[in-house]
């Protein structure tokens, strides 16, 4: 079981910056793929980017490639989103979620999942 909690989201003007973290509970951190994704109202729960066991290897959608850099330190049981040059497009709940199916794009392949934090970028 891993539980997880977002924090550091907040309003910011376009342009600007926020850093995400999640913190888990429980030892077993490692062993999971983590993933960031987001909810935007009236539309789909999206894939933002999400990092290796290791935080080696990691994968963003392209809608925030170069944009948004994904971070995770297994000894903290910490990962991290910091978004750069946000968009008002970024606007959304933003969600940490762990998993053990590989480094998947897809909501439904991880097990577990923070309660979310806004993000709300203004024009």
């Known amino acids: 079981q891993v539980q997880l909690v977002e924090s550091g989201g907040g309003l910011v003007q376009a342009g600007g910056s926020l850093r995400l973290s999640c913190a888990a509970s429980?030892?077993?951190?490692?062993?999971?793929?983590m993933g960031w994704f987001r909810q935007a109202p009236g539309k789909e729960r999206e894939f933002v980017a999400v990092?290796?066991?290791?935080?080696?290897?990691?994968y963003y959608a392209d809608s925030v490639k170069g944009r948004f850099t994904i971070s995770r330190d297994n000894a903290k049981n910490t990962v991290d989103l910091q978004m750069n040059s946000l968009k008002p497009e970024d606007t959304a709940v933003y969600y940490c979620?762990?998993?053990?199916?590989?480094?998947?794009?897809?909501?439904?392949?991880?097990?577990?999942w923070g309660q979310g934090t806004q993000v709300t970028v203004s024009s």
């Open positions: 979620a762990g998993g053990s199916l590989g480094s998947s794009r897809r909501w439904r392949d991880y097990d577990y």
């Open positions: 429980g030892r077993t951190f490692s062993m999971y793929f």
């Open positions: 990092s290796s066991r290791s935080g080696g290897i990691t």
